[in-house]
């Protein structure tokens, strides 16, 4: 295998094993599979992946020039509302049985074109998921920027790796001892979920 091919299956592997670490996307992701089932986490996966999409597409080319444009300083607090929103939204309002809140949930399913905008909205407002991307892909770039095909066939299959990665991450949650867990601690759970996409947006505001 060509060691340009070779680069963009590294890349492609770092992004899937990040995934797993916090923050507003993995948690909304998580937290949707979880209360509303497997479809509805792919929803959401595939909404963020639009939005990771366009990033990455600006990333590889004109990344560092959007994020030094004066306007940029306005993403930060717009996603910071964004985020707040969310977790307003996954707050438990009521702290009943873990079956009644866990039904509540099941009987409020939004549909999935919602899902996808919102997780859309998610990714696209989060103007660190750029700066995480321009970390993974500046030095593949640089080292083949003489192949024209390169750029494209690396944003392409970032997208890909996404999603799969996505999907894989909601398939998994579905396993039965997770959902176990998740009913006997649902109010719990989603307040953490909550209180954690709160603290990603007073952490925008800081920036």
């Known amino acids: 295998m060509s060691e340009p091919l ?59 020039w959007v994020l030094d444009r004066g306007w940029g300083r306005w993403l930060l607090p717009l996603a910071a509302c964004w985020l707040l929103y969310l977790a307003w939204k996954i707050f438990p309002r009521r702290w009943g049985s873990s079956e009644d809140t866990l039904g509540a949930a099941a009987a409020a399913r939004e549909p999935v074109p919602t899902l996808i905008g919102k997780g859309f909205l998610c990714n696209i407002l989060n103007p660190k998921c750029m700066l995480f991307i321009l970390g993974i892909t500046t030095d593949a ?38 959902r176990r867990l998740y009913v006997r601690h649902v109010s719990a759970i989603d307040a953490a979920f909550a209180l954690l996409l709160a603290t990603f947006a007073l952490l925008l505001l800081l920036d």
């Open 6 to 64: 070779v680069s963009i299956l590294l890349v492609c592997g770092a992004l899937v094993v990040s995934q797993l670490s916090p923050g507003p996307d993995v948690f909304f992701v998580f937290r949707t599979a979880l209360a509303q089932g497997f479809r509805r986490g792919v929803a959401v996966a595939l909404g963020i992946n639009l939005g990771f999409l366009i990033q990455s597409i600006v990333a590889c080319s004109i990344g560092t």
């Open 141 to 178: 770039l640089r080292a083949h920027s003489g192949l024209a095909w390169y750029t494209p066939a690396l944003v392409a299959a970032l997208f890909v790796a996404s999603l799969a990665g996505w999907t894989l991450w909601s398939g998994l949650l579905q396993w039965a001892p997770l």
